[in-house]
């Protein structure tokens, strides 16, 4: 065994960095937090076999046969994230509990992925439920938690910030902030980055959609083309932009030719996804290209893979910089603050939209509001005011393949 360091000045290396130094100390807070694990996952473990053995016995009896094969995989993801996170939950408690703080990690790390794709399983099968909302939560726990769970993160965390914070400081002076310093990449992608990018292309793919609609498709008449609750804000365009350019940020310097096809397959497959998704859990159509030229069931089609393809030509070489100069305008001092205020912000406005749709495609599909949220919904987002926002989408509960 390896004695623990007591004693260590700057310059020398800390041996327990990267793994459980005998002498570190688990706190008391995450000791709290195993023991929660434990009990918690003790106490679900039965459910958990129960659930598990039932779904085998459906497939022994074939009684899945009424159902599609996309949804049959869906209810078995879902079955098997929750079950492996309960799972892994008792595992990563008596880890904690022994101190054995980096593998701990790496348990919560994939049980936080579990349960991003229980939480996408579960939405697509049953829409926006109450089950929804704690998958949710404790993937936002196990994410937060894993920061703390690891020593070497713990301890190198406030130097970190620090360093960081020079850095800054020094670069903005320098006007290379947000720039990727490796040279392997145009720009850090850092969450400030991305986020930026996010927000600041929702923002833009709005008002090139209305213009595109003015002149092009309804001349003349505008129609509002936002994409979430509140707020000039597509997110199509915010997430095919992160997409873009995390795709394109080591393309920065290849040619046109290539950052065309690599936009365009990206787009069109982005765009496909965006529209299959959102009639397989709300029966939404935002667009459809049915009879166009190469299109794709409807979906995405040649002409809009291309203006993709121009798109992220014009993204990497003229947008990206000019973005990144606007970004760089907030004050250094607060850009994290602000980020972070901001992203509260828009995640909640993101959680809204999908509540609101989910009410909208329930009260069409027949149902009646049965709690609060659905009834506060009805009252200030009832089917008049969702069909004002979202002109150009049409919901048909019929065409959804959610389970009952």
């Known amino acids: ?22 002498g570190a100390r688990t706190p008391l807070l995450l000791k709290v937090f195993g023991v929660l694990l434990i009990v918690g996952g003790a106490v679900l473990v039965p459910e958990v076999v129960a659930v598990l053995v039932q779904m085998g016995q459906v497939f022994v009896e074939g009684s899945y046969a009424d159902d599609s094969v996309l949804t049959i995989i869906l209810y078995v993801t879902l079955v098997v994230g929750v079950s492996y996170t309960v799972l892994c939950s008792v595992v990563l ?141 597509s997110p199509i365009y915010g997430f095919g932009a992160v997409l873009m350019t995390m795709a394109l940020n080591r393309f920065h310097n290849a040619p046109v030719w290539v950052v065309f096809l690599v936009s365009a397959v990206i787009g069109g497959a982005f765009e496909y996804f965006v529209s299959w998704f959102m009639e397989y859990a709300f029966g939404a159509v935002a667009w459809d290209y049915t009879g166009t030229f190469l299109n794709i069931h409807g ?67 027949g149902l009646p509001p049965d709690n609060a949220l659905e009834q506060f919904c009805a009252q200030h987002f009832d089917n008049q005011w969702m069909e004002n926002r979202f002109e150009s989408m049409s919901i048909n509960p019929d065409a959804a393949h959610r389970s009952s």
């Open 1 to 22: 065994m390896e004695s623990p360091v007591l004693q260590q000045t700057p310059l020398q290396p800390d041996p327990g960095i990267g793994r459980d130094a005998p």
């Open 93 to 233: 408690g008596v880890r904690l509990l022994l101190g054995k703080r980096r593998r701990a990690r790496l348990v919560a790390e994939s049980m936080a992925v579990a349960l991003v794709v229980a939480f996408l399983a579960d939405l697509l099968l049953f829409g926006v439920n109450p089950g929804l909302w704690f998958l949710g939560a404790s993937a936002l726990i196990l994410i937060t938690a894993h920061v703390f769970v690891d020593p070497s993160l713990s301890e190198e965390r406030e130097l970190q910030r620090k360093l960081r914070l020079m850095e800054t400081r020094e670069d903005a002076e320098e006007g290379i902030l947000g720039l990727d310093k490796t040279g392997k990449g145009y720009i850090e992608l850092d969450f400030f980055n991305l986020f930026w990018i996010f927000v600041i292309a929702s923002v833009a793919g709005v008002v090139i959609e209305s213009v595109y609609h003015v002149l092009v498709v309804d001349f003349g008449h505008y129609e509002d083309r936002a994409g979430l609750l509140w707020g000039p804000f």
């Open 299 to 365: 979906r995405t089609n040649f002409m809009f893979m291309c203006m993709w393809g121009v798109l992220g030509v014009v993204w990497v070489r003229l947008a990206l910089p000019a973005l990144l100069h606007t970004v760089n305008l907030i004050p250094w001092r607060w850009r994290y603050s602000v980020t972070v205020v901001c992203a509260v912000l828009m995640l909640l406005d993101g959680a809204m939209t999908l509540v609101a749709l989910d009410c909208w495609y329930s009260r069409l599909a």
